[in-house]
C-alpha cells in the first residue's frame, strides 16, 4: 500500500449478473496482492454455490476470498450484517497490506456499507401487523397524507416499500428520509474508494446470463436446489427466494416441465440483471468510471491493471 496516503484504498468492482466481476476481481487480486471480498446477497450462502455464480473452488485457490458461502441458508443475512463483516474484512486485509477488492451487485450492500444506515427504532410490532394488513392502496393513500413526498416518489404498487415508509412514519411521527439524513456507521469517509462499474450492452449482457443458467443446470443446479428443499426451510427466507430455486423446485414437483422451468429462471434472471443495470446506471456518483463495454479476457486484464495503479498510488 501507498503509506503516503492517510486514507487506505479500496477497490469496488460492481454491476448486474453475469457482467463479469468476479473474473476482473480476481485477476486484480493476482496482480495486487489483493483479498476479494463478496458483495452480492445470494453468493452469501453456503446452500447456493453454484445457483449464485460463486467463485469455484480452483478460482478461489488463486487469490483469498472472504465473505463467501459462509452464512447457512436457516439464518438471514442482513445488509446491516454484511457491512459489518465487510467492515472487518477489509481491515484484515489492510493490516496485512493487501488491497480489498469489493466484488459484488447488491447495491444495497454496498450503499449500508459505504454511507451507513439510519438509525430509525425497532417499529412496534402492532403498528407494524396494522400497516401490512392493509391494502397496498390504502396504504399508499394513507402514506399520502402522513408523508406526501414518499407516496410521490413511491410506486402505488409497491408494496414493501409504501409499507416500510408509512410504519416508520406511524412509528416515529418522523419521515423515513428524515431518518435517512442521519445515517451512521458508513466507512465512506474513511478510505480511498476506486470504483468500476461494469454495465455491458444489454443483449450482450441477456445471452450471458441465458447461457450461465445452463451452465448451472449441467454443473449440478437441480441437486443444489433439491438439497436446499429437503431441509424444509421457511419460504420466506431469503435462501428460498434466490432466482432460481422457485423454478427448479417446481420442476423437481412436477409441476411445469424442464423446459418451462429453463425459461422461467432464465427470464428472472435477464430482470433481475436489468434492474441492477439500471440501479448502477443511475444511483452511483457521476464520477465512479463506467465500462459499457463487453470485457473479453485482454480487456479484464486491462482494467486490472487500471485499477491496480489507481488503489496502489494516490
Not at 439464518?75 to 488491497?99: G, M, N, V
Not at 462499474?197 to 441437486?223: K, N, S, V, Y
Not at 427466494?241 to 435477464?270: C, L, S, Y
Request: with cysteine; charged share 25%.
Amino acid at each position: 500500500m501507498n503509506k503516503s496516503d492517510p486514507l487506505p484504498p479500496v477497490a469496488l468492482i460492481a454491476g448486474p449478473t453475469a457482467s463479469g466481476k468476479s473474473a476482473l476481481a480476481l485477476r486484480l487480486a493476482e496482480i495486487a496482492d489483493g483479498v476479494v471480498i463478496n458483495a452480492d446477497s445470494a453468493q452469501v450462502y453456503r446452500d447456493l454455490r453454484l445457483l449464485s455464480a460463486r467463485p469455484s473452488p480452483a478460482e478461489e485457490a488463486r487469490a483469498p476470498h472472504r465473505l463467501y458461502g459462509h452464512v447457512d441458508g436457516a439464518q438471514p443475512c442482513s445488509a446491516p450484517a454484511w457491512a459489518a463483516e465487510a467492515k472487518r474484512a477489509i481491515a484484515a486485509a489492510h493490516d496485512r497490506d493487501r488491497l480489498p477488492i469489493l466484488t459484488g451487485g447488491t447495491g444495497l450492500y454496498l450503499r449500508t456499507l459505504l454511507d451507513g444506515i439510519a438509525p430509525v427504532p425497532e417499529i412496534d410490532p402492532a403498528i407494524r401487523a396494522e400497516v401490512r394488513a392493509l391494502p397496498v392502496a390504502e396504504a399508499h393513500a394513507l402514506l399520502g397524507l402522513r408523508d406526501p413526498a414518499a407516496a410521490e416518489r413511491l410506486r402505488p404498487t409497491d408494496t414493501t416499500r409504501v409499507a416500510r415508509a408509512l410504519e416508520v412514519v406511524r412509528a416515529t411521527g418522523r419521515t423515513l428520509a428524515e431518518w435517512q439524513d442521519e445515517k451512521t456507521g458508513g466507512i465512506g469517509d474513511e478510505i480511498r474508494l476506486v470504483p468500476l462499474l461494469l454495465l455491458p450492452p444489454r443483449e450482450w449482457l441477456r445471452a450471458r446470463c441465458d447461457m450461465r443458467f445452463d451452465a448451472m443446470l449441467a454443473a449440478g443446479a437441480i441437486d443444489e436446489v433439491a438439497a436446499l428443499l429437503a431441509r424444509g426451510l421457511d419460504p420466506a427466507l431469503p435462501v428460498m427466494r434466490a432466482i432460481g430455486v422457485a423454478e427448479i423446485g417446481a420442476w423437481i414437483a412436477g409441476t411445469i416441465d424442464r423446459e418451462t422451468m429453463r425459461a422461467q429462471a432464465q427470464v428472472a434472471t435477464r430482470q433481475y440483471a436489468k434492474r441492477q443495470q439500471t440501479w448502477f446506471s443511475r444511483q452511483p456518483p457521476s464520477e465512479w468510471q463506467r465500462v459499457t463495454t463487453q470485457l473479453n479476457t485482454e480487456e479484464t486484464n486491462e482494467y486490472a491493471i487500471l485499477l491496480r495503479k489507481r488503489g496502489l498510488t494516490r
